[in-house]
């Protein structure tokens, strides 16, 4: 595919958490007079704030933002649902843009919008919540042992400490009455529009520096009682992330309030990590310092 084969463009910003997207996205949507749409399975959801480190009031006020706490914790949703989502935004964004800006970290969720992923069955509700008590009455163990079963093939490939990956496994299975494995195709879906990927990064140094900040300020402007506030729905998944888990964790007394903020700055650390590795691998992302404002509209504007 040439960089021009269509009409309209889809800017993609990726880079990892504390890296500076929301800043240097706002300054390029008011560059090229956009829109944006968030790719942030976490800011999606209203109830977190604090610890998502969801733009501001000033920040979304200079820059129409899609996809920000516009869904609920006790929603089901994946990336399945945000690739239908946005594709259908896309068609009625570039009826009045040439050029649309997205912006996130959620290497699923970009994936799906930039290639597509495979069309799996929407989870019966009934039969995850009875997989679910099965897992809190035996283990991982029971989870292990279901999808060594019915898949064998993904049960070699997963990764088997994961009970919310092995979940879906055993679901998809189950509904389908075929191996999950069977269902993913990895192929990429076309698109009517051209993609043009930008990731930025920094020194490991200052990306870490970064991070300790940002968690120290999180504390600092009450995600103790974020938290807390949430205390009756701590189950969902969204919860059970950084940020959350370890100050349930103090909250329940297990851990002093200093090992939550210090796991919490190594969990997030570990998760930029990751998010690098997943970006990286994508060999048509073009790389810059969050600071390369100049740099980076040249080289998008040479995609155009």
Known sequence: MTANQYNNHLIVLVGPTAVGKTKLGITLAKYFRTEIISADSRQILRELQIGTAVPTNEELRQVKHHFIKCKSVRDYYNASMFEFEVLGLLQELFQQYSTVLMVGGSTLYVDAVCHGIDDLPTVDMNLRNQLMQKYKEEGIEYLRHQLKLLDPEHYRKV???NPNRMLKAIEVSLMTGRPYSTLLTASHKKRNFNIIKVGINLSRDELFDRINQRVDQMIANGLVEEVSNLQYTREVNALKTFGYREIFAYLDGDISIEQAIEQIKTNTRRYAKRQITWFSRDKTMSWF????????????????
């Open 289 to 304: 310092h969050p600071d390369q404002t100049e740099k980076i509209i040249e080289y998008i504007n040479s995609r155009l």
């Open 159 to 161: 990764d088997l400490r």
